[in-house]
């Protein structure tokens, strides 16, 4: 079985943390059940194993982590809901990256639920919405900015750590980095949106379009 767990409050990161490699461990022994942890941290950033250090502009500011996800620096914060996703990759394919693309993908089927289109670029992780309301770029394109971002590590096939949504974060946070590395595109959030989200609502959508069925 795939078990949910939503945890109130604000969530230290190293408990966390901690927490995910005992469940997968365990999952890997046969002893637990497949988990998604849905939970809010404290301010914080975390480098991932990509991360370069120029990127990280204000050190000073939150507190830094270092992670073992994929990907580079990336921001937790109040108002951001992250999904830890502690499967068995192993016995649903052994297929990275279309483990990957399953992540994208519930994410923009969540956003379509709040009526948000939920883009993917080459070479640009996470998932993006386009702000037409903004400049264009220099080469004349609309400009994007990212809603999510996705960075998991693997042990013995089971995953941990996962996605973060921006539901209502203080965006301004998220200017002591270069988020995952990428200069000339910004933030969003679905309240900064338009869109009076709160977290319960994106949970609802979460659970209703989770392509993650319990295993036989």
């Known amino acids: 079985m795939v078990e949910w767990i939503t945890?109130?409050?604000?969530?230290?990161?190293?408990?966390?943390?901690?927490?995910?490699e005992t469940r997968a461990n365990d999952i890997a022994a046969g002893d637990a059940d497949e988990a998604i942890w849905l939970l809010?941290?404290?301010?914080?950033?975390?480098?991932?194993?990509?991360?370069?250090?120029?990127?990280?502009?204000?050190?000073?500011?939150?507190?830094?982590?270092?992670?073992?996800?994929?990907g580079q620096y990336?921001?937790?914060?109040?108002?951001?809901?992250?999904?830890?996703?502690?499967?068995?990759?192993g016995r649903r394919g052994r297929d990275v990256r279309a483990f990957?693309?399953?992540?994208?993908?519930?994410?923009?089927?969540?956003?379509?639920?709040?009526?948000?289109t939920g883009e993917i670029r080459d070479g640009r992780v996470g998932v993006w919405v386009q702000r037409p309301q903004k400049p264009l770029m220099p080469d004349g394109t609309l400009a994007e900015d990212k809603?999510?971002?996705?960075?998991?590590?693997?042990?013995k096939w089971i995953s941990f750590h996962g996605i973060s949504i921006n539901?209502?974060?203080?965006l301004s946070h998220f200017d002591g980095i270069v988020p995952c590395g990428i200069q000339d595109h910004g933030v969003t959030s679905l309240?900064?949106?338009?869109?009076?989200?709160?977290?319960?609502?994106?949970?609802?959508?979460?659970r209703a379009t989770c392509p993650f069925k319990d295993l036989t």
């Open 7 to 20: 945890s109130s409050g604000l969530t230290e990161y190293t408990q966390a943390v901690e927490l995910m």
């Open 40 to 70: 809010e941290h404290p301010p914080l950033y975390t480098a991932g194993t990509s991360a370069d250090p120029k990127d990280l502009q204000d050190p000073d500011r939150f507190p830094v982590h270092s992670s073992q996800r994929g």
């Open 74 to 89: 990336t921001y937790h914060g109040p108002g951001q809901r992250v999904i830890y996703t502690m499967l068995d990759v």
């Open 100 to 116: 990957v693309k399953d992540l994208e993908h519930w994410v923009i089927a969540t956003l379509d639920t709040f009526n948000v």
């Open 147 to 155: 809603i999510a971002a996705i960075g998991i590590r693997l042990r």
């Open 167 to 170: 539901v209502e974060p203080d």
């Open 191 to 206: 309240v900064d949106l338009g869109l009076p989200v709160t977290m319960p609502d994106l949970d609802v959508a979460l």
